[in-house]
């Protein structure tokens, strides 16, 4: 019951109001125009497609049916879905992602698809150093004494502050005039950097601060699964001769698969919803270098009173992240499926 009325009606809610035209500031009126709302989203006038566009994302893109092969090769993905894996990334890196106005052309919504192409770039850059970077940790960590227990305390302690706490320690650290980097730069002699209002430096910056503040929840993670890794394998892999990246190839990793898919998958959904920090700190600049889907959204929903549109958006979205969570779970999932 409470998995429907909390999660399951509000999604299929979210699915009807995107086929209305309904705005927030009287509720009591609403128009049925069917697919109106995702036309606005997804297309334009005047759209080519080109290979140039956004290349480097899009080769980073297509570089994922390499693994995708490899694991179906070794076992672990099956043909079905090794199929789907590659159709997807095709359709999405290959084809969707090289549409764009062409010379007198523009969307229909000029700001959803940068919005959603800025998601992506967080999504790309944030999920792998974020995982990476707590398995590191929870390695290093997983032994006994004090110290470890005090060091894994500190870690996980900037995962309970808010997000308004989050961004008035970072705003300050990273004030050119006012922070402390900034004092630290002009210590050694060079002039302070403006990380969150120079466009290639401030997705990067929210990518740190993020790491900073979220990291900790994955070494917990981490740890739980490591502790659940029969101590005597890496013995008799000693014993054998085994160094330690043989011990953390052949026994971590296979040991941790489970641990790694929901971290992963948490992580995924997690950067599609980025939001709070991007709108506190940069409010989507500098000129729409970190502008987000979700910040897109509420804009339309709370400050245009779109709410149809917005429910449009969020269907979108919300299917992304599942298709995104379902390939996960096909191509990490090996004998667990």
Not at 141 to 169: K, W
Not at 300 to 313: H, I, N
Request: proline share 4%; net charge neutral; glycine share 10%.
């Amino acid at each position: 019951m409470v998995y429907l009325i909390f999660i399951l009606y509000p999604v299929i809610q979210a699915v009807w109001m995107g086929f209305y035209e309904r705005d927030l500031l009287s509720l009591d009126r609403q128009e049925f125009i069917g697919v109106d709302n995702y036309v606005e989203m997804f297309w334009g006038d005047g759209l080519v497609w080109k290979a140039g566009t956004m290349w480097p994302w899009r080769i980073i893109g297509l570089l994922g049916i390499i693994p995708a092969v490899v694991a179906f090769r070794r076992g672990r993905l099956r043909a079905g879905s090794l199929v789907a894996i590659i159709i997807g990334l095709i359709a999405v890196f290959g084809v969707i992602m090289g549409i764009h106005p062409g010379e007198g052309g523009r969307w229909n919504d000029s700001q959803f698809w940068p919005s959603f192409g800025n998601t992506l770039v967080f999504v790309i850059m944030s999920t792998p150093v974020i995982v990476g970077v707590g398995l590191a940790m929870a390695l290093a960590l997983n032994r006994p004494g004090r110290l470890v227990g005090v060091l894994r305390t500190l870690f996980f302690a900037p995962y309970v502050l808010s997000v308004s706490v989050l961004t008035l320690i970072w705003a300050f650290l990273l004030s050119p005039q006012l922070g402390l980097i900034g004092a630290f730069w002009r210590s050694i002699g060079l002039e302070p950097v403006s990380w969150l209002t120079d466009p290639s430096l401030a997705m990067p910056t929210i990518v740190a601060l993020t790491l900073w503040w979220t990291v900790g929840f994955n070494v917990v993670l981490f740890l739980a699964g490591l502790q659940d890794i029969d101590e005597s394998q890496y013995e008799a892999a000693s014993l054998d001769g085994a160094n330690g990246w043989q011990r953390f190839r052949h026994i971590t990793v296979p040991g941790l698969r489970r641990t790694l898919l929901l971290i992963t998958v948490l992580q995924i959904i997690a950067s599609f919803q980025i939001f709070g920090q991007v709108f506190i700190l940069t409010r989507g600049g500098p000129n729409g270098a970190t502008r987000v889907s979700i910040q897109h959204i509420y804009e339309a929903a709370f400050r245009d009173a779109q709410l149809g549109y917005a429910s449009a958006m969020s269907v979108f979205l919300f299917v992304v992240m599942v298709g995104v969570s379902a390939l996960q779970f096909n191509f990490m999932g090996g004998d667990n499926r």
